[in-house]
């Protein structure tokens, strides 16, 4: 089992700048997509950014495209996501998630390994 653990999340003002980050010591996690997922209190997870295992490909969500920026260290076995101009709708608890299949995928049940997560707070 892959075992992924996320850290530097927490407290910034809306238009702040954010990086958190995903880090395993597992030797799969240079052939997973991985992917950033965020749920919110009252609400479902939703897909944030994913990325492909050379990193050459990348997704985001409409939400989070042109202010976040998803990236990989496949030597270090860390993905990181870059967070601009924060708004206060991006609170939430940020997971990071592995996929063992090669396609880039925006659905949380295409992940089949799971961090514990990381709580971002905007204040505005």
């Known amino acids: 089992q892959v075992q992924l653990v996320e850290s530097g999340g927490g407290l910034v003002q809306a238009g702040g700048s954010l990086r958190i980050s995903c880090a395993t010591s597992r030797r799969a996690f240079s052939s997973c997509v991985m992917g950033w997922f965020r749920q919110a209190p009252g609400k479902e997870r939703e897909f944030v950014a994913c990325i492909s295992w050379s990193g050459d490909s990348t997704e985001y969500s409409d939400s989070v495209k042109g202010r976040f920026t998803i990236s990989r260290d496949n030597a270090k076995k860390t993905v990181y996501l870059q967070m601009d101009s924060l708004r206060s709708e991006d609170t939430a608890v940020y997971y990071c998630?592995?996929?063992?299949?090669?396609?880039?995928?925006?659905?949380?049940?295409?992940?089949?390994?799971w961090g514990q997560g990381t709580q971002v707070t905007v204040s505005s």
């Open positions: 998630a592995g996929r063992v299949f090669p396609d880039l995928d925006g659905t949380p049940g295409g992940y089949n390994y």
